[in-house]
């Protein structure tokens, strides 16, 4: 069983940065994509970014681009999201989640099925 645990939210004013962490459990983490989503309220849930099982290959929402960085360090089991020059809009709670098949893409959420808990992004005007 996997288990992924995020950290790293928090309350932080327009323009400012956060740095999201998470650690996954299991000893195949580097064989497998990783991405991180994110849900505000009334709204579903939504692509934020990917990573590859290597970190070789990134993709990311266009809200996202040139303001979010994706990235992953095998040796310790761990994804981070830097996020930086935050919005408003920028405000749910972010889900980081685990590719269903070794090796895949996993462009889309249907392609993930391990998640976590999640954390909440609060930006304030």
């Known amino acids: 069983q996997v288990q992924l645990v995020e950290s790293g939210g928090g309350l932080v004013q327009a323009g400012g940065s956060l740095r999201l962490s998470c650690a996954a459990s299991?000893?195949?983490?580097?064989?497998?994509?990783m991405g991180w989503f994110r849900q505000a309220p009334g709204k579903e849930r939504q692509f934020v970014a990917r990573i590859s099982w290597t970190g070789g290959g990134t993709s990311y929402a266009d809200s996202v681009k040139g303001r979010f960085t994706i990235s992953r360090d095998n040796n310790k089991n761990t994804v981070y999201l830097q996020m930086n020059s935050l919005k408003p809009e920028d405000t749910a709670v972010y889900y980081c989640?685990?590719?269903?098949?070794?090796?895949?893409?996993?462009?889309?959420?249907?392609?993930?099925?391990?998640w976590g808990q999640g954390t909440q992004v609060t930006v304030s005007s």
């Open positions: 299991g000893r195949t983490f580097s064989s497998y994509a």
């Open positions: 989640a685990r590719a269903k098949r070794a090796y895949a893409l996993a462009l889309s959420a249907s392609e993930y099925d391990y």
